[in-house]
């Protein structure tokens, strides 16, 4: 059993950053590519950003590409979302979220996830 827990989500003014971490435990955290997720009151979950087993390859949606990164810390069992340049329209309930299958896929559907952290909040004021 995998477990994963957000912290670092809080209240920013547009234009501001934060950065996001997801802790693992109950597992081989790097066997398992990783991704971010957010979800807005009254919207579906969608996907913001995944990286591979060994951090070497990223893959972000286009509405957060070049303002935020994803990183991992295999040796602290920890993945990353530093997000830089909010707008009010980030704000949601950012979960990560961890792949088990077999193969080395950098997956944006929701569906392919096994694992769910509980989700942290973060709120963009303009």
């Known amino acids: 059993q995998v477990q994963l827990r957000e912290s670092g989500g809080g209240l920013v003014q547009a234009g501001g950053s934060l950065s996001l971490s997801c802790a693992a435990s109950?597992?081989?955290?790097?066997?398992?590519?990783m991704g971010w997720f957010r979800q807005a009151p009254g919207k579906e979950r969608e996907f913001v950003a995944t990286i591979s087993r060994s951090g070497g390859r990223t893959y972000y949606a286009d509405s957060v590409k070049g303002r935020f990164t994803i990183s991992r810390d295999n040796a602290k069992n920890t993945v990353y979302l530093q997000m830089n340049s909010l707008k009010s329209e980030d704000t949601a309930v950012y979960y990560c979220a961890a792949d088990l299958s077999l193969y080395e896929i950098l997956y944006t559907a929701p569906s392919r996830y096994d694992y769910w952290g509980q989700g942290t909040q973060v709120t963009v004021s303009s």
């Open positions: 109950g597992g081989t955290f790097s066997n398992y590519g």
